[in-house]
């Protein structure tokens, strides 16, 4: 099975823009979650989706949000953005099948914002 | 709100030689999940192992074993026979088993590194 992938794994911006990034979780996972690392703060949870519904969101302003598609494939959104963005972005997908499950990081997507 | 506190920033070992990572975290549920991952430089975070609270045994995965002190909130990893691919970033994490809750909270993670 092809795990966790995430487009782009690079991306610059500047202030103000706003970014997109990808998601494809592992074929038949229906969960996807979504982290934000940092050397200040280390890994902190975004938010989570299964079957199209957000289930749980971290302590983040609005500018960040996200969706899942009818595949499993996530996108996550940042609004506006701010130079404390700049982060390494996890995604994350599991089974979900009777709360046990673990769950497959992706490599990631490394944002700086200038 | 649960913790994951990880007081070790960085460790060596001697190849060839075990070290104990430690973790202890604050929960006051009775049932949840524990797990070690790893993030080797410029990649991926993969699971080392996982435990289950409602097991008394710890868990074992060939080279890699916890040490799981429930009363203590204390979730060690111990790695023998360390080798030079385990070199990388460990982070403990910790997630509560309510069915449709996928939030890991981690700790700040311990860099690790292998002396040939």
């Known amino acids: 099975k092809a795990g966790v992938t995430q487009t782009p794994r690079y991306l610059i911006k500047t202030r103000g823009q706003q970014v997109t990034l990808s998601c494809s979780p592992i074929?038949?996972?229906?969960?996807v979650s979504w982290y934000q690392q940092t050397p200040g703060q280390g890994l902190q949870f975004l938010f989570e989706?299964?079957?199209?519904?957000?289930?749980n969101k971290g302590n983040f302003p609005g500018r960040f949000s996200g969706r899942q598609f009818s595949n499993s494939r996530s996108e996550m959104n940042v609004s506006t953005l701010e130079l404390g963005d700049s982060a390494l972005y996890l995604c994350?997908?599991?089974?979900?099948?009777?709360?046990?499950?673990?769950?497959?990081f992706g490599p990631g997507t490394r944002l700086l914002v200038l | 709100a649960q913790t994951v506190t990880q007081s070790q920033p960085e460790m060596s070992v001697q190849e060839a030689e075990t070290v104990t990572l430690s973790c202890t975290y604050d929960?006051?549920?009775?049932?949840?999940?524990l797990f070690w991952y790893k993030q080797p430089p410029s990649r991926q975070m993969i699971l080392v192992i996982r435990q289950e609270a409602y097991k008394q045994q710890n868990a074992t995965e060939n080279r890699f074993s916890v040490n799981f002190q429930k009363a203590a909130k204390s979730f060690s990893l111990k790695i023998s026979d360390s080798q030079l691919g385990d070199a990388a970033m460990y982070f403990c994490a910790y997630r509560d088993p309510n069915f449709g809750n996928e939030k890991l909270t981690f700790g700040t993670g311990t860099r690790l590194t292998i002396i040939p």
């Open positions: 994350a997908s599991s089974a979900q099948q009777g709360g046990q499950e673990t769950q497959y």
């Open positions: 929960t006051s549920e009775s049932d949840y999940y």
């Open positions: 074929s038949g996972h229906r969960s």
């Open positions: 989706y299964f079957s199209e519904t957000q289930r």
